[in-house]
């Protein structure tokens, strides 16, 4: 997806000149030909990246629209032009936060190296500022990659869940994102800046279940040489995300059942229970329903927890958002490694969202993790998923391609055809695995050994 560009220029011969230089590598163009028509540029669309802004301009001066746009967009970089290269001028416009400058005319070269490093810059700082809201519990809606259609309705849920204390219980897949989803609803309700706990429950080892989950007094057990406070406590006025709900032992069950009936927790070995105020937001990718009807779940915690559900869809059914999403994670770990990575190319791009990532967005995450490290140039490239490129479905490779099977040349064809698929249908089943033990595609053995047949003659 390319990234728009505003341009600001009042002389019509320097805005064509930018424009060209701007479009032929890659971006979008919008053009603005005084500094009221920037301000009001920066306010109507939201698709605007980055601004480019002539310095001296009859009317509103680019100091002045300057001072404007960041006011209304501080997050948006711009790059100030000026013909004279005067160094009070462009002192003054770094000081009300310019990211760059150059003197005009440019090379394109200069004006290529000038936008890509604003939008780079711009990237990381966003990056930085939602990890630090994330780290304090202030995580919104607006900082999830969710514009697919399908995420509509969750945002939706999550914001409601988010004005009341009600328990919510997440499902979905593994690697969905429902962690980042209960961080939203909390950063959204009136805990937001609170604490956030997070507790798997199915990494807890059975016997010291209700250790971390309730706490322990000293003495209490052997090796209880201290007092634990437990996650509920940790988690008092907060919120606790309960991660794969579905693997507590009945026991423990039981004790949830009672914090969330009373309020209070009972520390193993202590003398008296002790009062918490916490948020529970469950989450699970199991069927709790099938759990309970199996007696490995309790039916009255079941339905404690799961007075407000959201389920959050797998990945392959937003495709929409993948795109921001891998460039989401670029500037992640652009600032965490030190790379310089400005993106994917068009054809890793294509991959990426003909991919069905089982493993969701934990998936594609490592993927480009891997992948940033391993790039040697600007954009990430299909070799750089060497785990991936191999196993992208055919008919989305295809389709990425232009390739397409051949069309049968008659009736003839067609009933060989129609013969062969019947035959395929009625074989036996095989299964296919990679070289990893991966379970790729289903076939049946015959009927596809005669559908090539029927297709190529051999």
């Known amino acids: 997806m390319g990234k728009t560009i505003l341009i600001v220029d009042d002389d019509p011969a320097q805005r064509r000149l930018l424009q060209a230089a701007v479009e032929r590598n890659g ?3 919008r053009v603005a030909e005084n500094g009221f028509q ?41 790059i100030v032009l000026t013909a004279s290269g005067g160094i009070d001028t462009v002192v003054q416009a770094m ?21 890509r490093n604003a939008l780079e810059l711009s990237n990381l700082k966003t990056e930085v500022v939602r ?69 798997n429950c199915g990494a807890i080892p059975e016997n010291l279940v209700e250790s971390i989950l309730f706490g322990h007094a000293k003495g209490s057990f052997t090796g209880a040489t201290d007092s634990h406070a437990g996650k509920f406590v940790e988690a008092n006025g907060g919120t606790l995300f309960l991660d794969e709900v579905g693997e507590l032992p009945l026991e423990a069950q ?34 709790l329903a099938k759990l309970v009807a199996d007696g490995r779940f309790r039916e009255d915690l079941y339905y404690r927890l799961n007075v407000f559900p959201i389920e959050a869809p797998p990945l392959r059914e937003r495709r ?37 990532w089982p ?33 992208t479905p055919l008919a989305a490779a295809n389709d990425a391609r232009g390739d397409s099977l051949p069309e049968p040349a008659n009736d003839h064809d067609v009933h060989v055809l129609q013969s062969a698929v019947a035959e395929a249908a009625n074989a036996p089943p095989v299964a296919i695995f990679d070289a990893e033990g991966n379970l790729v595609l289903t076939a049946s053995e015959d009927g596809t050994a005669r559908l090539w047949d029927a297709r190529t003659g051999r």
């Open 254 to 287: 039981v004790k949830l059942l009672r914090v969330l009936q009373e309020g209070e927790v009972d520390p193993v070995g202590a003398k008296r229970p002790v009062k918490v105020d916490v948020r529970i937001v469950s989450a699970t990718n199991k069927d």
């Open 27 to 29: 971006f979008h163009t």
């Open 95 to 115: 000081q009300a936060g310019a990211s760059d400058f150059f003197v005009k005319p440019a090379s394109p070269e200069r004006i290529l190296v000038s936008i």
């Open 131 to 199: 990890m630090k809201k994330r780290a304090s519990g202030q995580l919104s809606f607006d900082d999830m990659v969710a514009n697919a259609p399908v995420m509509g309705p969750v945002v939706r849920m999550g914001k409601r869940a988010a004005g009341s204390n009600i328990p919510v219980l997440i499902t979905g897949e593994s690697g969905v994102g429902k962690e980042l989803l209960a961080r939203a609803i909390q950063g959204g309700s009136e805990r937001a800046g609170k604490a956030f706990v997070t507790v």
């Open 320 to 356: 929409e958002d993948i795109p921001a999403l891998v460039q989401r994670f670029i500037a992640r770990f652009n600032a965490e490694e030190g790379r310089n990575v400005r993106g994917a190319s068009e054809a890793a791009m294509k991959m990426l969202c003909a991919f069905d």
């Open 38 to 78: 920037a301000v009001e540029a920066v306010e109507v669309h939201a698709d605007i990246d980055a601004v480019m802004l002539d310095l001296v301009m009859p009317g509103m001066s680019g100091q002045e629209a300057l001072k404007e746009i960041r006011r209304r967009r501080g997050d948006l970089p711009c």
């Open 359 to 391: 493993g969701n967005v934990r998936q594609i995450e490592n993927a480009v993790f891997r992948a940033v490290i391993l790039c040697e140039g600007a954009l990430l490239q299909p070799e750089d998923f060497p785990q991936i490129s191999g196993l």
